[in-house]
């Protein structure tokens, strides 16, 4: 199976800044994508990360608020722009394994104050 | 737009006991699959279905998806505190495209 690494795990930021998770796979994946978990609700898809292309954004998702990055086919970034207290939840990333099953990481917990 | 329910919504039992949560679709399943998540963390792989009628196992954990790929159960014989945690079962909203929709989550709690 696949190890997905996040960082920073957890974070509190104030309002108005911005901050950038990373994701880090240890093989080369070729679908990634960026979920959100608000507190006490399920998971919501945000986008698909394209490697060497812009994202793939789902309804309610934009790139200005939450630009990615996807480098290569090991390594993303998504931004969490303008930050509102909203915008605390937990960002995940997952990738398909060739075995056709999606893993995620350990996820990053975002505050905003 | 497809949706997947779970039920129970919470769920407290008795080391020992055996248990089980449902997860059910307004539409067919192209895939259906089950996570565990511990609070506030990222999500454990626990198992995949795709087939009508196919059943898993690991460990003391079994998931079954039923003929018409509407309805998955997730089985834990013997529970033990190391299975309390968040249980999500997610499923390909459109065959392939791997945008995967979750339940809401049933949370279970086992008592030692």
């Known amino acids: 199976s696949a190890v997905i690494s996040q960082k920073p795990s957890r974070d509190i930021c104030q309002r108005g800044t911005s901050l950038t998770i990373q994701c880090q796979v240890d093989?080369?994946?070729?679908?990634m994508f960026w979920y959100r978990q608000q507190p006490g609700q399920s998971l919501t898809l945000i986008a698909t990360a394209n490697q060497g292309s812009e994202a793939t954004y789902e309804s309610g998702f934009v790139i200005d608020k939450f630009p990615i990055s996807r480098p290569n086919l090991t390594f993303s970034t998504l931004t969490v722009s303008n930050m509102s207290p909203e915008d605390s939840s937990i960002y995940l990333c997952s990738v398909v394994w060739e075995s056709g099953e999606l893993f995620f990481g350990e996820g990053s917990r975002l505050t905003v104050l | 737009s497809q949706e997947l329910e779970q039920s129970p919504q919470s769920l407290i039992v008795q080391e020992g006991k055996n248990l089980t949560i449902n997860c059910t679709s307004s539409?067919?399943?192209?895939?259906l699959y089950w996570y565990k998540q511990k609070y506030g963390e990222g999500l454990i792989f626990l198992m995949m279905?795709?087939?009508?009628?196919e059943e898993k196992s690991h460990e003391k954990i079994t998931a079954k998806l039923d003929e018409k790929k509407q309805q998955s159960s997730l089985h834990i014989t013997a529970s033990q505190p190391s299975h309390a945690g968040i249980y999500l079962c997610g499923a390909d909203s459109t065959s392939g495209t791997y945008k995967y929709i979750f339940g809401t989550g049933t949370r279970l709690k086992v008592l030692a």
């Open positions: 539409k067919t399943l192209y895939g």
């Open positions: 093989s080369q994946v070729t679908m």
């Open positions: 279905l795709q087939k009508g009628g």
